[in-house]
């Protein structure tokens, strides 16, 4: 599955012991992170060119400053300017607008107790203007919030990571598929088996007719199963639900996991894909496990051979060919239906390992 970093700026405060900073540099260049919070001597000499380094020191190569009275002399040695500012009341807001008025590229915000409403404000006065918005995270379950705060979300994060591990879990939080690669594979064979255990994931979003998610009997072929945001003359539109299938399935993760079905669980985030591949985040509300008839699905992709099984029931379906709503109950042999295929490799608890796998 291809990675990329949300179009957003992270900005590490790097830690004062010398050899934990140079760690915790390597790995953030090594994935393209190059923004940092810190004396300007903990960077190597080698690599200083490579990074923007944001200090209160003049060395650095946008001044950090706690008072705009400094603007004017900053801009005079040539160097960019960023506000760092405590938001406790309204007025506070005043005084960001203030400083991008005088030409801040930035402000670094910190907030008290009340920490989403001020940013949503600041984001709706600053998303047109040429200043980048900054919002401190302490733990690492705040950065969607922040990358989500009125949708459009804040320009960057400032994090201080302990050592390079920290780094890592910070990216495996944002490093989502924009775009996966969908493939048609072809039905070979279609037959109900009787009762068995099927999951309905409750999303807290509004979900279009396009979106599903990606669901598979096999760790290296996932079927897309639609939403239930179609109405029919026997059942309203549920948009936030995806009836995905039995218990024992494989659902794929933003992070390039999986779980299984019987896992999910309120909290979880899940990834949206739609008939083009296009990606998204949603937050699981709840899961639904209950009895209901099981209809077996078997497939071929170059040989391949794959199956699923879903809820014998109008309501369960999957993506044609062209992304047209093919019902579960209507299936038939020589359809051709969306999938994602992923390189066949073994899972311990969800995480991909090398290693040889034969499923059927």
Request: proline residues 3%.
């Amino acid at each position: 599955m291809s990675k990329r970093l949300l179009d957003k700026e992270i900005v590490l405060i790097l830690p004062y012991e010398k050899s934990l900073a140079s760690e915790v540099v390597k790995t953030a260049l090594e994935n393209k992170i190059k923004s940092f919070l810190c004396n300007p001597e903990l960077i190597e000499s080698n690599i200083r060119s490579q990074v923007r380094v944001f200090s209160s020191s003049n060395q650095g190569d946008v001044i950090l400053l706690d008072s705009l009275e400094e603007a004017e002399d900053v801009k005079e040695m040539g160097k960019k300017f960023a506000l760092k500012i405590k938001i406790t009341k309204k007025a506070d807001e005043s005084r960001v607008l203030d400083a991008a008025q005088q030409g801040a590229m930035g402000i670094f915000v910190e907030t008290e107790d009340w920490k989403i409403i001020p940013l949503e404000n600041l984001v709706a006065q600053l998303h047109k203007k040429d200043t980048k918005l900054y919002a401190n995270i302490d733990l690492l379950e705040e950065v969607q919030t922040m990358f989500g705060v009125l949708e459009l979300g804040v320009d960057g994060i400032i994090y201080a990571p302990k050592d390079s591990d920290d780094v890592k879990n910070l990216l495996s939080l944002l490093s989502v598929p924009r775009r996966l690669e969908l493939v048609a594979v072809k039905i070979t064979g279609v037959r109900d088996v009787g009762m068995g255990d099927r999951v309905c994931i409750d999303t807290a979003s509004m979900l279009e007719i396009d979106d599903g998610v990606l669901i598979g009997s096999q760790s290296s072929l996932f079927f897309l199963i639609r939403s239930e945001a179609i109405a029919s003359k026997f059942s309203a539109p549920r948009p936030f639900r995806i009836n995905a299938g039995a218990v024992h399935s494989y659902i794929l993760l933003p992070d390039a996991r999986t779980k299984y079905l019987s896992e999910i669980e309120a909290g979880d985030e899940v990834l949206i894909v739609d008939s083009k591949g296009k990606t998204k985040l949603a937050t699981v509300g709840r899961s639904k496990i209950e009895r209901r008839p099981l209809r077996l699905i078997k497939a071929v992709y170059n040989g391949r051979k794959t199956s699923i099984l879903v809820q014998n029931a109008e309501t369960i379906r999957l993506a044609g060919k062209k992304g047209e709503l093919i019902s579960a109950t209507e299936i038939k042999p020589n359809d051709e239906v969306l999938a994602y295929i992923h390189e066949a490799s073994g899972r311990h608890f969800g995480i991909e390992v090398d290693e040889y796998i034969l499923e059927k």
